[in-house]
Structure formats: structure tokens, C-alpha cells
């Protein structure tokens, strides 16, 4: 291996740097030369947190690298924008520092461009010294039981996808038309879905959830939601804040069976820290009697199912809609997180009118040159290196999986950057000067492609924040892509 400090940079230009001695190349020619030796063209693809991390990274600790970002929507940020639920608004604070990257002058980004689709990655490996794959985890787990492709049965992903204004989500139109609805899975995704479902509209209103969605959520006949999990309580993947805003819904009231809990309470004092405090307010909560008078004026409520696991949506009569679904009744056997859930042969009907899915994200194979494992739903990779292929790189949930939170992911894109940033060092990267999208932007006109830049997302961005302003939102979404297109005069 090449010593340390040994780059491919400064071995790519050696001949040429000898032959014209420091001394006698004019200063203007010496700067060329220089860049020739050090721009390393570095291409991520995909707008998340992963994405921008890592282009973070890169940036701020090699002085001449350029990235360019590609991402598939015209928009950039993921699931900042199309995940994290309107009601957070803190969480997508992190947009200010993606801007600030975006708007170095090392950095580009190229919306509207799907790689494995309009260009390879191939030739984006052709075209510049690294490729990052940040794209995600966009698909969903499907439930694999009959039943599942009912009207009335949606991913969870999709209905986030509906009122975060996901463009191909836009025309979803879920029923809520319907008294209960019932979530399968027990993360923070859930969670997210029937505080949406059940909160009250009026807090809605002044945040950036589509008026689609609003006015979708201000009809909604649901007033009960279940969140039903394979396992028992001490498994629920859902955090401690996430929770406590359930229990604090105004005009909610949870329901929650004692019994799950019993002799729990010794189990618990076992628990790390942070699964001791999210029990112990799970318990209290299940255990405290409510108020005699507050029953009768709490109009919408919502509970936990343990150890019951999906067996068969069940149809209306006409068989054209979800009536209900079947729960085959689990018992554990096992402890602690790796307790299994196992089928005790009896079943358990319960009516509802929606079923949302939220078993899972799962990453999807971006291009056949790309190594991918379908078992575990991620590039196979070491630290970020994908494996069997120099010069590939990933992060975040592509690399990872579909767990985390944005913080996770940021050390995680900034590991990949590391990683990538020492491979350069040391040499292991091609050698030369890459042309970067300099070769890559003909290909793209040639496909009829329209990039959009950072710039023409400002444009939109605007556009949004002054439609929102009449209404007191933060932003009003543009959820048409032609629009979109329009607005930016491609
Ligand atoms: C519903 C939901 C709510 C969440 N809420 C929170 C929260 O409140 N707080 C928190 O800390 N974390 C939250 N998270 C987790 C957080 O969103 C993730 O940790 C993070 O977004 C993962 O980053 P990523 O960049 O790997 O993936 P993503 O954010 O999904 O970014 C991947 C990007 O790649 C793009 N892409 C995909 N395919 C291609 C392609 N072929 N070509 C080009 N581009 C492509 C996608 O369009 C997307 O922009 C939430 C997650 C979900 C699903």
C-alpha cells in the first residue's frame, strides 16, 4: 500500500511537477497544475440526511473536493420533508444545515435525476473518482397475508408519503370514513400515523401538512386507532417522546389493558435506562384509572395490542373494502429483545375500516452492477466500503438499514466520508482527472432529462413558504411535479 500522505493526486502529476521546477513555472500555471493534482469529483446519490452528512464531510475536510448530489425527487432532504411528521417542526431544523452545504460552491445538486434509471451507476462511477449511494430505504415490508391488496389496506409508508406531500402519494385518498383504524408495527412510524389520524385538526392547521391531507383529516369519521405489535411491551421499538405525546393528545384517551402489564415491573428494573423510563410510563399510564367524568368527553382514543400478529385482512361483504382483520393471538418464548413471537393457534377478529402497514422500510437494488443483499435489505459494505467494488462508497439506511433517527445517520454519513476521504489518502481511489458532471450532463439532456438545481429548489421553496403564508403555514407544498417544472421555466 501506498505510505501515508502518498495520494494517486499527487502521483498523477509527479511527472509533470518535475520537469518544471517550482521556481520557473509561472504562478498562475503552478495553481492549475495544483487543481489538476487535488479535485477529487465525488457524487452522492440521494438528498437525505445521509446524503448531505456525507457531502458535509467531504467538504469540510478536503479543501478541493467537489460533490455533486444527485436525487431522484425534484426536491431535495428525504425524509426531513417527506417522513418526518408536520407536527414536529423542530426536527426539520436540520434543513439549515443542508442549505449551508448546498450552497457551498464545491457543491451541486442535481434533482430530478433517478440513477439506475436515467443514468447508470456505471457511468456515474466513469465519471467521477467516488460514488456515495445514499438513496434510503423507499420501499415498504409487505404483510404477505390474504387480504393484503384490499381497498382500505395501505403501507404506512404511503400515508406518511400522502400527508407529507410525496408527489406519488398525492392521489391516495385513504378511507377515513370508517370508526377504527388499526396500525400494524409498534415504532415511531406508527406512532406518528395515529397521532396524525387522531389528532385534532385544528392543531394541524398552521403546519406544513398538504391541504389535501387537512381537509382529508378534517371529514375523518376515525375515532379509534390500534397500534398492534407480534410481541409484548418490553419489545415495542417506539421512544419515550414519541409515547408521551400519545398519552398527552388533547381529547384522546389511551387504552390500555392492565393485564399485559402485570409482573412487569420486576422485569423492568433489569432494563437499561431508557427502555426502564418508556415501561415505567407505559405502566403508569396502563394502571391509572381514569377520572370518572373524563371518559364521557373524550370523543377519540387509541391502544396498544401486544403479542398478536397479522393472519388475514378480512373483507366487507361486497368483498370491494377492508372490514376487518384476523389476529392470530402470540405467545414469547424467550426474553428480552430477542424474545420470539410464536402462533398459540388461536385467533382473533376486529373490525376496522383501515389497515396501515408499518412493519418496516426496506432498501431496494438501485442498478445490477451494484452488490446488494436482499436478506438483510442493504448494500453489503465494511464501514461504509461497498464490498467488491473500489471507489463505491454508502450511508445511512441504505447502508445500514431502516433504523435511526436523523442523528444516526449524520455520524453515519460522516463515517462513509471519513472512510472515503482516507481511502483518497492512501491512494486506493483511480488515479487522474475525471471530468465529474461536466460528461455526465450531456447524457442526461440526450435522455430528455431536466435537472434541477439548488437554486431552481429555491425558487420552489419560495413558491411554498408564500402559498403557506395565507393560510399561517410554514409552507404550502407543491406536490405536482409539472408544476413544478413550470414554475422553475424548464
Ligand atoms: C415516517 C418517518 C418519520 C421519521 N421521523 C423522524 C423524526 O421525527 N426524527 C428523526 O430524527 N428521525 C426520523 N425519521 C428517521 C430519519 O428520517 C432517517 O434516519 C433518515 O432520513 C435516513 O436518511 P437517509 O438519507 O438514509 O434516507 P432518506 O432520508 O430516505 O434519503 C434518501 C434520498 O435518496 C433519494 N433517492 C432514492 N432513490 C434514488 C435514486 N434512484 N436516485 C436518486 N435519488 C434517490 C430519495 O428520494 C431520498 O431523497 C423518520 C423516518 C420515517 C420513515
Redesign the pocket.
Known sequence: MAPRGWGCWRWAARPRARLLSPAATPLGFRQLLSTLELVPHICV?????????TAQHLLKHHPQARVDI????MV??????????PD?PE?KN?INTFTQTAHSSRCAFRGN??????VSVSELRDAYHAVVL?????DHRTLGIPGEELPGVLS??AF?GWY?GLPENHKLAPNLNCDTALILGQG??AL??ARILLTPVQLLEKTDITAEALRALRQSQVKRVWIVGRRGPLQVAFTIK?LREMIQLPRSQPLLDPADFEGLEDLIKEAPRPRKRLMELLVQTALKPPKADEKAEVPRAWGLRFLRSPQEVLPSPDGGQVAGIRLAVMRLEGSGENAQAVPTGVVEDVPCGLVLSSVG?KS?P??PTVPFDPKLGIIPNRNGRVLGVPGLYC??????G????????MN??FLTGQVLLQDLEEGVLPVGPKPGYSSIEPLLKNRGVQPVSFEDWEKLDAEEVAQGQAAGKPREKLVDPQQMLQLIGH
Do not use: C, M
Open positions: 446519490v440521494g438528498s437525505g440526511p445521509a446524503g448531505f452528512y444527485y436525487e431522484k425527487q431535495p432532504f428525504g425524509l426531513v420533508r417527506f417522513g418526518v411528521a414536529h426536527v436540520v435525476v433517478t440513477v439506475g434509471r436515467d445514499s438513496y434510503g430505504a423507499e404506512a409508508r406518511v407529507n415511531n412510524v406518528d400515523v414519541e422500510y431496494l438501485i442498478d450511508s445511512g439506511w441504505v447502508k445500514r431502516p433504523s435511526g433517527v436523523i442523528a444516526t445517520t453515519d454519513g
